[in-house]
């Protein structure tokens, strides 16, 4: 059985997480997929200029490690820029520090906690909805939002003992059901939606709610969706 990949300590984010070329639509591109470990590679080496053993102590990895992940990095940017293809930013494994000491925030086990990631609600938990084809977390994710049969609902930090399951109302509208299923999901005090894509006129309304979405990746459960937003796996739409 092959060792886990161990975590890597990053200490900046991704607030941007999609490049591509201008003019370019985005179904006639092939896409690189950079995770945060190698654009943290890359800030430290390329940006901040530190030598490769610093870089490897701040990640917590040895330095042919480090070499190995910088190279990786070096090789897909070098591809997305000569061969025209947009670049992804997501994913890895990796922890998350305080950019400035070193020193991990918390206990440093695991990425950011949710509530540090999202928007918590009122009561400080975040509740996410997941497009989906029925009624469970075990169904497939539904990538169309608007015209998804069911919206599963849960709090970020424990999904097992609080899903429920409400059917999509905006199957009803004979337009906008962009626009209709934001607006239910923001009534039902959703914070991340899980789901292939967002219109603008859906994207307006969620953006106003202070709802994020994030591209689920087709083939997925609605369980398995949750799980790769849980440790960031899936982008931000």
């Known amino acids: 059985m092959p060792r886990p990949t161990k975590r890597r300590w990053v200490g900046c984010g991704a607030d941007i997480t999609y490049f ?40 917590r990895i040895s330095r042919p490690t480090f070499h190995r992940i910088l190279r ?16 992804r930013i997501g994913g890895g494994h990796h922890v998350y520090y305080d950019g400035k000491s070193g020193g ?30 029925g009624a469970g977390l075990d169904s497939q994710v539904d990538e169309r939002f608007g015209w998804c049969t069911h919206f599963i609902v849960c709090d970020g930090d424990d999904p097992e003992a609080s899903a429920e399951s409400h059917e999509n ?9 962009g626009i ?17 894509s967002l219109g603008p006129s859906a994207a307006r309304v969620t953006d106003a709610a202070g709802i994020r979405g994030y591209a689920l990746r087709t083939g997925m459960t609605v369980r398995e969706a949750i799980a790769a937003w849980r440790v960031g796996e899936l982008h931000q739409i």
Not at 20 to 25: E, N, S, Y
Not at 72 to 87: E, M, R, V, Y
Not at 127 to 132: D, G, N, T
């Open 104 to 133: 991990a925030g918390g206990d440093g086990a695991g990425d950011l906690s949710i509530r540090e990631r999202e928007n918590p609600g009122e009561d400080g938990h975040v509740r996410i909805a997941v497009s989906a084809t």
């Open 72 to 87: 990786a990095a070096h090789a897909k940017i070098a591809d997305a820029l000569t061969a025209g293809k947009a670049i």
């Open 20 to 59: 591509k070329p201008r003019g370019v639509p985005l179904s006639s591109l092939e896409e690189v997929a950079l995770t945060i470990e190698e654009l943290e590679a890359i800030r430290l080496k390329d940006l901040e200029g530190l030598d490769q053993q610093a870089c490897a102590d701040r990640m």
């Open 180 to 196: 209709a299923a934001a607006q239910f999901v923001d009534g039902l005090g959703v914070k991340v939606v899980l789901t292939g």
């Open 169 to 177: 109302p905006a199957l009803a509208s004979l337009s906008g059901a």
